[in-house]
């Protein structure tokens, strides 16, 4: 069993930084590749930004390429999402999730919710402008 807990959402102006953290603990956390999804209010959850367990391959939603950046630390067991040049369209709940093993990283299978096995509890990301 793995488990995941983001922190560092918050109220931000437009233009401004967040840095938003996951912290992941359990059976083999580092081991698995990871992903960032964001929920809009009243619209899906959509796929951000994933990383290969190593750090070493990144995937991006094109909407978001440039301005977040994802990284992991695994001697903290903790994935980041570095957020620059907010908007008010960032507006969102961000969620951490951590990919099925075994599975390619390749856009296609990072970007669905259901190649997610475990799931974080989410953090609110408000973006005023």
């Known amino acids: 069993q793995v488990q995941l807990v983001e922190s560092g959402g918050g109220l931000v102006q437009a233009g401004g930084s967040l840095r938003l953290s996951c912290v992941v603990s359990g059976r083999a956390g580092t081991t698995y590749a990871m992903g960032w999804f964001r929920q809009a209010p009243g619209k899906e959850r959509d796929f951000v930004a994933a990383i290969s367990w190593n750090g070493g391959e990144t995937y991006y939603a094109d909407l978001v390429k440039g301005r977040l950046a994802i990284s992991r630390d695994n001697a903290k067991n903790t994935v980041y999402l570095q957020m620059n040049n907010l908007k008010s369209e960032d507006t969102a709940d961000y969620y951490c999730?951590?990919?099925?093993?075994?599975?390619?990283?390749?856009?296609?299978?990072?970007?669905?919710?259901?190649?997610?096995?475990?799931w974080g509890q989410g953090t609110q990301v408000t973006v005023s402008s």
């Open positions: 999730a951590a990919l099925s093993p075994g599975l390619p990283l390749t856009p296609a299978t990072m970007t669905k919710q259901f190649n997610y096995v475990y």
